[in-house]
């Protein structure tokens, strides 16, 4: 029996355009609370030198816990620092605080009052369970539709993700306590509210910590899985080292996450819990504490006052947004250099195609560079029309289509079916959201290709053709020029008779409505960038052979002076 499908994502997708129309002053409103919020919490973990603050917080630690913790606090801080991940660490830390601050503030209230209303429980724990259930990744779609790139979206859908357990254990916790002492506090004239403040809460405070615990952890998971958006912070390190498959990085990054969520953890878990011993310790040191937190409490509100002013021009600070494709990271790594080299300061923002376009759209990042045009980007191109300015080319001539080794025999798409065996049924590609993927879809469809399609990354592509390549086994894989596997390995493209894919291709530079009138300059070095297929291997090529992309760029520029002399004069 066929049943006619109920057109649920084309609903969502109406839905969202709505909100997108009449909610855009809420939305806006929101970003203008979390941005700064985070912001603040960036600059109160900066504004002392690294060695500084992490004595600050470990003597912040010890005051709330115990002195292993801050003696672990120490050393692990020290260690993020001398992997030189301190500086990703304190934007994950500003996330998360973040998060959290905006989880108790709305979770507590809400738990309360779950608590002491057996209505308001049946209607919002099953509201709770779908915002548990649901997969996390989940969250990252509305937010990026709503909110576009960076820290935003990525706290908003912490927030969804980790405010339930604080809800349920407030409404626990206070479920839990006695109705003895609330018939006792009753008796003594005590109204409903003092009953609240002086007996229920208190009574439930290691519960209500608890679900704080839990909330703290759940906003350091999901900030990490924020990456994909844009978030920054030790997420966006793992992501990389997934993405360009260097294990060791992404050790680091993952040991740099377990750092901060045992300190967390901890502290949490110690405030919470006062044993005999806690308070004996704390008798002991008596006054020399309480001058110490006194101390700590002046030198927190001095730094706040700091952090409060924002540090540096806001017009010398560029968003540049790329994709973590090879030729990307070329050219967005070159612009950023030349730019710094003016005065600038440039954060890059690295995510997916998709919400690549949308924080340019939406003014969230100033510019890309990585506009496949006129077929490969054109979804997205046509998807967000007049609300970015395209400044034209950058370089000419690209060619995508399906590649394999020069000793696989088949010259043509139409032939893979016949050798489905020899390829294992299998076109490797790269990330789902980027336009040679949904032409491989298409020419899947087209040439009815039995074939299933791979999603990875760049890097993930290009290590299963190198695999493939040292065992002479037939691989098939979707691949660009420019790119530096042509140059290391001999490599042709398939014969395209249906025209799927786009030949001739050129990449354009797309910039944010306003801002030639901002930030004329970078307009104008933006406008200006031109460069050739030659020129993007020998920086791909530098970054294959071990160079950061920094590295590369700078000595890519430093080669030709006069080529970058042409986009800034």
Do not use: C
């Not at 998971?221 to 997420?235: E, K, N, Q, R």
């Not at 050790?251 to 502290?267: H, K, M, N, Q, S």
């Not at 540090?311 to 250099?337: C, M, R």
């Not at 596997?485 to 894919?501: A, Q, V």
């Amino acid at each position: 029996m066929n049943l006619p499908r109920l057109p649920v994502a084309e609903w969502v997708d109406a839905l969202v355009k709505w909100l997108q129309t009449y909610f855009a002053p809420f939305f806006a409103l929101i970003s203008g609370i979390i941005e700064p919020t985070t912001r603040f919490f960036e600059r109160l973990l900066t504004t002392l030198p690294p060695i500084y603050m992490i004595i600050l917080l470990t003597l912040l630690v010890w005051l709330f816990s115990r002195f292993r913790i801050a003696l672990f606090t120490l050393l692990g801080f020290l260690f993020i620092v001398h992997l030189g991940l301190w500086s990703a660490s304190v934007e994950t830390l500003a996330l998360v605080l973040t998060s959290t601050l905006l989880s108790v503030i709305i979770g507590i209230p809400l738990g309360l009052w779950a608590g002491r209303s057996e209505r308001v429980k049946k209607i919002l724990f099953p509201v709770l369970d779908l915002m548990q259930t649901m997969p996390a990744f989940v969250y990252l779609i509305p937010a990026v539709f709503f909110f576009a790139l960076g820290p935003v979206p990525a706290v908003i859908a912490s927030v969804i993700f980790a405010m339930p357990p604080t809800i349920r254990m407030t409404s626990l916790g206070l479920r839990q306590v006695a109705e003895e002492l609330k018939e006792v506090a009753h008796a003594f004239g005590a109204t409903s509210w003092q009953r609240l403040m002086k007996v229920e809460i208190p009574l439930a405070k290691s519960t209500i910590l608890a679900g704080i615990n839990q909330t703290i952890m759940l906003s350091l998971s999901m900030v990490v899985i924020s990456s994909m958006i844009g978030a920054g912070g030790l997420g966006n390190k793992v992501l990389n080292a997934i993405s360009r498959l260097q294990v060791g990085k992404g050790f680091e990054a993952g040991l740099a996450i377990v750092i901060i969520a045992i300190v967390l953890d901890r502290v949490t878990q110690n405030m919470g819990k006062v044993t005999k011993k806690d308070e004996r310790h704390a008798s002991r040191l008596g006054r020399w504490r309480n001058w110490l937190a006194g101390a700590i409490g002046l030198v927190l509100v001095g730094l706040s006052v700091l952090a409060y002013n924002p540090i540096g021009d806001n017009d010398k600070q560029v968003k540049l947004t790329y994709v973590n494709w090879d030729s990307e990271v070329a050219s967005t790594h070159v612009v950023k250099k030349v730019l710094e080299k003016q005065g600038y300061q440039v954060e890059l923002i690295e995510t997916e195609a998709g919400p690549m376009w949308a924080g340019v759209a939406s003014g969230s990042a100033d510019a890309h560079v990585a506009a496949w045009l006129p077929a490969t980007s054109k979804s997205y191109a046509d998807r967000y029309k007049g609300q970015y300015e395209d400044l034209g080319v950058n370089l000419r001539d690209t060619y995508l289509g399906l590649v394999v080794p020069k000793y696989v025999s088949i010259q043509s798409i139409e032939d893979l079916n016949a050798n489905k065996g020899r390829f294992e049924g299998k076109i490797i590609g790269i990330e789902p959201g980027s336009g040679i993927m949904q032409s491989t879809e298409k020419a899947l469809k087209e040439y009815g290709l039995d074939f299933q399609l791979v999603a990875g990354s760049d890097k993930a592509m290009t290590a299963s053709l190198d695999k493939a390549y040292q065992q002479k086994k037939w691989i098939v894989i979707t691949g660009w020029e420019p790119h530096w596997k042509f140059n290391k390995y001999e490599l042709k493209f398939l014969k395209d008779p249906k025209k799927i894919y786009s030949t001739g291709e050129n990449i354009h530079t797309i910039a944010r409505k306003g801002l030639k009138e901002e930030k004329p300059e970078v307009y104008r070095i933006l406008d200006r960038f031109y460069w050739t297929k030659k020129d993007m291997g020998e920086v791909m090529l530098k970054i294959q052979e071990g160079k950061t992309p920094d590295q590369a760029a700078e000595e890519w520029i430093r080669e030709h002076p006069e080529k970058v002399k042409q986009w800034t004069q």
